[in-house]
């Protein structure tokens, strides 16, 4: 029995209720760090008593650049999703939905949206993104395979703890959208008063709920901005959540394959079933539902568009594990950053103020005590007291305050403590201002790697997941015969007809340094320099593909490849296969030679170990005949 929406609109209220009062710290946080990351790194109240003290708020943005970093790293590097085939005869359609993937992502700059995400996970500890089918450029359908939006507009079950959010119940996105919009996308808003809601919408100031009941209070408040700023707009909650549903899995008795059925239909079937001798056998499963509601109304109510996982997805950092949210880098930068502004500007303070001392002056010590002041080196004015009140004299020099020593020295430890609380080294940003060996250096910046590499492998999960989210969203939204832009087998650019099958066939999911990233192409660049004249000189064959991996334009190589392929006569095929024959031979052949080499001087070895022992032996007996 289907669920009442006044129900399900309840249940989706209590859901995000429990997710924000667990987030609530986290959010605050969240905010403070795309502060600190903005630059702005002083409290409203500490830039209150700068400026009554004259004094500027001074922030050198080191964190900025650190999450850049590493960020930068990640476009360097970026991956790609491929398919293995897990069944015979398979091996064309993995690469035709391998090329499909790629087209998808290129054509909704899913790179681009990848680093943004990332950035997201290195900031306020999650990363969230949306896939979803779109119509709007594109009436035959437009899949955006990595959407990001922001991480405060992300909710999640409270009891998730494992990486990735994968062990959730349900997750949502919350999000202002404009009113007129929002009717046109869904019509039965045109019909409803949502100032009447008894749930109440966020208000993002304060971070407190606020009540829709009363809103008409807030229409002659001029100094409310948040009435004014959501005046147009409805608070809309996009939940998505699974159930465990029966299913029934028939074995076929004429093709022998499993057939898998809803209840519904199974009832229907069951009695012809069993008077047959048909066996059968009841399993639960995951179903996924998506639905969007304002207050209690409930806009859409239907499963996924991927029925087998979320289409909300989140990539994490590193989990708070005592309050169970997740967090990024800029929470250990956070601290030193703080201290490095208020130790720079405390210094800065203390030379400004003390430039040039001042002095204690009894009223009758001067002539004209105003000249003296206006002559005096300012901006330390002189400081009149009464008669008798020096003992030293009616004239006494004010000191300076001396300066505290060791404060540059906190300074600098504060400075320094920000790649340390980090992991990403000065080497790792090229800021090593030092002369050290090209291998420590290296050594550094993969130890920094190490730190960081669990941000790596968190990133390396999503993009499976997201791979089998996209993979089913092109068998079922794109499957029509439409002309997609692949790399073929031989190199080459070419439209080809996305058509396949529809059985049930399974693919494993590989997560690989794409080739176009520019550190995979040095690196693999200069390896194969290396051993490229080897092969040439044993006869092996180069395959036209090691010109996808010089750090070249697209379009030259291209061009390189068409020139390295052309086509050759079976006789010239025949002739390169031998000579690639002899000499993988005379491979081995060196290689048995050199094993043979190994074995004669490993027995000689012994040899002469044996007659050493019987030298010894020898010498022994004759001392004790002795």
């Given at each position: 029995m289907k669920e009442k929406d006044e129900d399900f609109a309840k249940r989706v209220h209590d859901w995000y209720s429990a997710s924000r009062d667990h987030l609530k710290e986290w959010r605050n946080e969240v905010r403070e760090n795309y502060d600190f990351f903005a630059g702005r790194q002083w409290s409203d109240d500490e830039i209150a008593e700068l400026e009554e003290a004259l004094r500027p708020a001074i922030a050198f943005n080191?964190?900025?650049?650190?999450?850049?970093?590493?960020?930068?790293?990640?476009?360097?590097?970026?991956?790609?999703?491929?398919?293995?085939?897990?069944?015979?005869?398979?091996?064309?359609?993995?690469?035709?939905?391998?090329?499909?993937?790629?087209?998808?992502?290129?054509?909704?700059?899913?790179?681009?949206?990848?680093?943004?995400?990332?950035?997201?996970l290195l900031i306020a500890g999650v990363g969230p993104s949306e896939i979803f089918v779109s119509y709007d450029d594109d009436l035959d359908g437009k899949i955006h395979s990595a959407e990001r939006f922001s991480p405060l507009e992300f909710f999640w079950d409270p009891s998730a703890t494992k990486r990735n959010l994968t062990d959730t119940k349900y997750r949502m996105r919350a999000r202002w959208m404009d009113r007129k919009e929002a009717e046109v996308r869904w019509e039965k808003l045109k019909d409803v008063d949502i100032t009447s809601s008894e749930y109440g919408y966020p208000d993002e100031d304060s971070d407190e709920p606020h009540d829709a009941a009363r809103a008409f209070q807030y229409e002659n408040d001029q100094s409310s901005d948040w009435y004014k700023k959501h005046a147009d707009e409805v608070f809309v909650l996009q939940t998505q959540w699974w159930e465990h549903v029966p299913v029934y899995r028939i074995g076929d008795p004429q093709t022998g394959r499993i057939i898998e059925m809803e209840d519904k239909?199974?009832?229907?079937?069951?009695?012809?079933?069993?008077?047959?001798?048909?066996?059968?056998?009841?399993?639960?499963?995951?179903?996924?539902?998506?639905?969007?509601?304002?207050?209690?109304?409930?806009?859409?109510?239907?499963?996924?568009?991927?029925?087998?996982?979320?289409?909300?997805?989140?990539?994490?950092?590193?989990?708070?594990?005592?309050?169970?949210?997740?967090?990024?880098?800029?929470?250990?930068?956070?601290?030193?950053?703080?201290?490095?502004?208020?130790?720079?500007?405390?210094?800065?303070?203390?030379?400004?103020?003390?430039?040039?001392?001042?002095?204690?002056?009894?009223?009758?010590?001067?002539?004209?005590?105003?000249?003296?002041?206006?002559?005096?080196?300012?901006?330390?004015?002189?400081?009149?007291?009464?008669s008798g009140a020096l003992a030293q004299g009616k004239i006494q020099e004010r000191n300076p305050i001396q300066y505290p020593q060791g404060l540059d020295r906190l300074m600098e430890w504060a400075v320094q403590s920000l790649p340390a609380t980090?992991?990403?080294?000065?080497?790792?940003?090229?800021?090593?201002?030092?002369?050290?060996?090209?291998?420590?250096e290296m050594q550094r910046k993969r130890s920094s790697m190490v730190i960081l590499a669990d941000l790596f492998d968190s990133m390396r999960k999503y993009q499976k997941q997201r791979g089998r989210v996209v993979l089913t969203l092109i068998q079922k939204y794109m499957n029509d015969g439409r002309l997609i832009r692949i790399t073929g087998q031989s190199g080459k650019e070419e439209f080809v007809p996305l058509a396949l099958n529809e059985d049930d066939t399974k693919y494993d999911i590989i997560v690989d340094e794409a080739s176009s990233s520019p550190n995979q192409k040095q690196e693999t660049f200069g390896i194969m320099m290396q051993i490229l004249p080897m092969l040439v000189q044993l006869g092996i064959p180069v395959p036209p593909d090691v010109l996808e991996y010089m750090p070249l334009p697209s379009s030259l190589v291209s061009k390189l490849k068409d020139r390295a392929s052309p086509q050759q006569s079976p006789d010239q095929q025949q002739k390169q296969e031998q000579m690639a024959q002899i000499g993988m031979r005379k491979i081995l052949a060196d290689i048995g030679e050199t094993e043979s080499k190994a074995r004669l001087n490993e027995a000689k070895v012994q040899e002469s170990q044996t007659k050493g022992e019987l030298n010894l032996a020898a010498a022994v007996n004759q001392l004790g005949d002795a």
């Open positions: 080191r964190i900025q650049p650190m999450v850049s970093a590493v960020k930068g790293y990640q476009i360097n590097n970026r991956q790609e999703v491929r398919y293995l085939p897990r069944e015979q005869g398979d091996v064309q359609v993995s690469e035709l939905l391998t090329g499909a993937v790629a087209w998808v992502d290129d054509e909704c700059d899913a790179e681009d949206e990848l680093s943004e995400i990332f950035e997201d239909k199974f009832q229907r079937i069951k009695p012809v079933l069993d008077q047959s001798g048909v066996r059968y056998v009841r399993q639960l499963k995951k179903q996924y539902f998506n639905a969007f509601t304002v207050g209690p109304v409930v806009l859409e109510r239907d499963e996924n568009v991927d029925p087998g996982a979320f289409t909300l997805l989140a990539v994490t950092g590193k989990r708070d594990a005592n309050k169970n949210y997740w967090f990024g880098l800029v929470r250990g930068m956070k601290d030193p950053q703080r201290w490095a502004n208020k130790f720079f500007a405390d210094i800065q303070d203390i030379m400004v103020s003390n430039r040039q001392g001042g002095a204690f002056i009894e009223e009758d010590a001067l002539v004209d005590p105003r000249q003296a002041e206006e002559i005096w080196n300012d901006p330390n004015p002189l400081i009149m007291v009464q980090t992991g990403v080294s000065l080497e790792m940003m090229g800021f090593a201002d030092r002369d050290q060996p090209n291998v420590l």
